[in-house]
């Protein structure tokens, strides 16, 4: 009995998304969310990137980049002093993130119904 022939749940698609510019940059996708996750949870950028075990100059350069590319700031920042520096998500960076996992979740449920109609039925029926 082949993989297919032993019931659903033996197979499943995985994909990946992220968007580029015209010119192929990235601008956003998994790993820019995960940065931003982490500038959020730790309030700055400097454990974000340790905690994501990045240099802080990777992590300023992805953001900077995307910032550039969109045209809109996605963390405002607090320079140091006694209390210390962070950063924040700006609303629009919060907004990019909500609508990056929307679009997450949509593309990842037609890519589900994709694969059982055309993929596992579709080769069943074979």
Not at 16 to 42: C, H, N, P, T
Request: aromatic share 8%; proline share 2%.
């Amino acid at each position: 009995m082949s993989a297919m022939e032993s019931g659903p749940g033996e197979l499943c698609i995985k994909s990946k998304i992220w968007i580029e510019d015209s010119d192929g940059q990235v601008v956003f996708g998994a790993g820019r969310l995960y940065i931003l996750d982490a500038v959020s949870r730790r309030g700055s950028i400097h454990a974000a990137a340790q905690e994501l075990r990045m240099s802080y100059r990777a992590v300023w350069g992805k953001l900077r980049a995307t910032e550039k590319i969109l045209g809109q700031p996605l963390l405002t920042r607090k320079t140091g002093g006694i209390q210390g520096g962070g950063s924040e998500l700006t609303p629009f960076a919060r907004e990019l993130i909500e609508r990056f996992e929307r679009l997450q979740s949509v593309i990842n449920g037609s890519a589900d119904e994709l694969f059982r109609d055309l993929f596992i039925t579709g080769l069943r029926q074979k």
